[in-house]
């Protein structure tokens, strides 16, 4: 079964425009192009449409998009992240959702605010199995204290910290500034000073960190918010910075720049 380029706009909420654009960068290609140049697609382009739609969701840029289609070539394997990161999204919204609620209804009665339901579906807690197999249980638990031992406003202002490092790279990015310049390094130090909260930064943990803030769709997603490419600038400037400066002893830890605000 195939759909012209038309019906699949229609069906997708965007225009064949759109489509188009996205075959010249090589995101989706048709299945085939009739005799009077119409683009037809397949049931394999319309999955990867959905691919590319839901990746637009999450803040991705259109090259970030190509680097995950590239680098997720099992369909159903990238279908079922998808799916997952979802449901997780979904969960965190609901939780939001019910604390502001909650906190709406206690200033309207005059009532006293419980920092826990002020807070809850902020909280990191989400993230405890993937740092768990990608650092070991030790180094979750060590920061899972460390976040806990935080009072509401200590945790909201390590939150801003890491998000106006990321504004300050995405600024750099915007103004032209090479990864190595000495302005990009003076925030990629501020990054390090930020991880070394609850990890011991290494020269292969902080060039890993890097790699998976462009490879991972949510930390991609979390720093080009602030302006498309910035997690590769972020990248390439903490390999640099890591580079120079750290050493390779072994190190891990929880905290990653995810971001929750």
């Known amino acids: 079964m195939e759909w012209s380029i038309q019906e699949i706009a229609k069906k997708a909420g965007t225009t064949s425009r759109t489509l188009r654009h996205y075959g010249e960068l090589g995101l989706l290609t048709p299945s085939r192009i009739g005799s009077n140049g119409y683009r037809y697609y397949d049931q394999d382009a319309l999955v990867r449409l959905q691919r590319i739609l839901l990746l637009r969701e999450l803040g991705l840029g259109l090259p970030a998009i190509a680097q995950v289609l590239e680098g997720q070539r099992d369909t159903a394997a990238a279908l ?28 309207e009665r005059g009532e006293e605010l419980m920092a826990e339901e002020v807070f809850d579906g902020f909280d990191h807690t989400r993230y405890e199995e993937e740092v768990t197999e990608r650092w070991g249980r030790e180094a979750y638990e060590k920061g899972d204290r460390w976040w806990r031992s935080l009072s509401a406003t200590e945790k ?35 990054h390090v000073e930020w991880l070394s909260v609850t990890v011991t930064p290494t020269k292969p943990y902080v060039i890993g960190l890097g790699e998976m803030y462009v490879a991972d769709a949510r930390f991609t997603a979390n720093y080009d918010r602030h302006g498309e ?27 990653s720049g995810i971001g929750d605000d």
């Not at 490092?165 to 501020?190: N, T, V, Y």
């Not at 990248?235 to 190190?251: F, Q, S, T």
């Open 80 to 107: 079922r992240t998808h799916l997952r990161l979802l449901e997780q999204e979904r969960e965190r919204i609901g939780r939001q959702i019910a604390s502001v609620r909650t906190t709406l209804d206690r200033t």
């Open 229 to 255: 490419g910035t997690a590769v600038f972020v990248r390439d400037a903490m390999k640099v910075y890591a580079e120079r400066n750290l050493g390779d002893a072994a190190g891990g830890g929880a905290c």
């Open 156 to 190: 909201q202002e390590f939150q801003h910290r890491q998000t106006g490092i990321a504004r300050d790279f995405a600024q750099a990015l915007k103004d032209g500034l090479a990864p190595d310049s000495e302005e990009a390094q003076a925030i990629a130090r501020r």
